[in-house]
Each structure stands twice: as structure tokens, then as C-alpha cells.
């Protein structure tokens, strides 16, 4: 189901999700249900596994603009 179907099937009542980040590469998923598991008893309509955007470092290079993308937290599971 979409967010958005979760909201309008909510009728007035306040909904409460969470967003987790992923664990990082090398962990195991296990890791990250370890985390799901607790809030499991506030029902959320989902949970959101967010990953970190990326962003883009400008580097001067004999003259040249050098674009570099970079994520604040690489190596993420998922």
C-alpha cells in the first residue's frame, strides 16, 4: 500500500511511522530487523529504509572543474 492510500485511510487519526537507516555493508540484515523489531508494537502503517543522498564536491584541477559525488554515509546495506 502507498503512503499516500495510508493516510487517507487513516480518517482524522494520527499516524506514526519511522525511518531507519540502513546498516552498513559487512552487517548483517538481521541488524536491521533488531531495530524494526521494538517499534513493531506502535503498529506503524510502514517504515521508511532511507539511504543518504549524494552530493556533489567540486575539485579545481589545472584550470578544470573536477565534479566528484560523494554520500555522507557510504556502504550501506540495501
Same mark, same amino acid.
Given at each position: 500500500?502507498?503512503?499516500?492510500?495510508?493516510?487517507?485511510?487513516?480518517?482524522?487519526?494520527?499516524?506514526?511511522?519511522?525511518?531507519?537507516? $540502513?546498516?552498513?555493508? /559487512?552487517?548483517?540484515?538481521?541488524?536491521?530487523?533488531?531495530?524494526? %523489531? $521494538?517499534?513493531?508494537?506502535?503498529? $506503524?502503517?510502514?517504515? %521508511?529504509?532511507?539511504?543518504?543522498?549524494?552530493?556533489?564536491?567540486?575539485?579545481?584541477? %589545472?584550470?578544470?572543474? %573536477?565534479?566528484?559525488?560523494?554520500?555522507?554515509? $557510504? /556502504?550501506?546495506? /540495501?
Amino acid at each position: 500500500m502507498k503512503v499516500t492510500e495510508h493516510i487517507k485511510k487513516a480518517s482524522g487519526k494520527t499516524l506514526f511511522s519511522f525511518e531507519v537507516i $540502513p546498516p552498513q555493508k /559487512g552487517s548483517s540484515i538481521q541488524e536491521l530487523y533488531n531495530n524494526i %523489531d $521494538p517499534l513493531m508494537e506502535f503498529k $506503524p502503517p510502514f517504515i %521508511d529504509v532511507t539511504t543518504s543522498r549524494e552530493q556533489y564536491i567540486y575539485i579545481e584541477k %589545472d584550470g578544470l572543474l %573536477d565534479r566528484k559525488i560523494t554520500r555522507m554515509r $557510504p /556502504g550501506t546495506v /540495501g
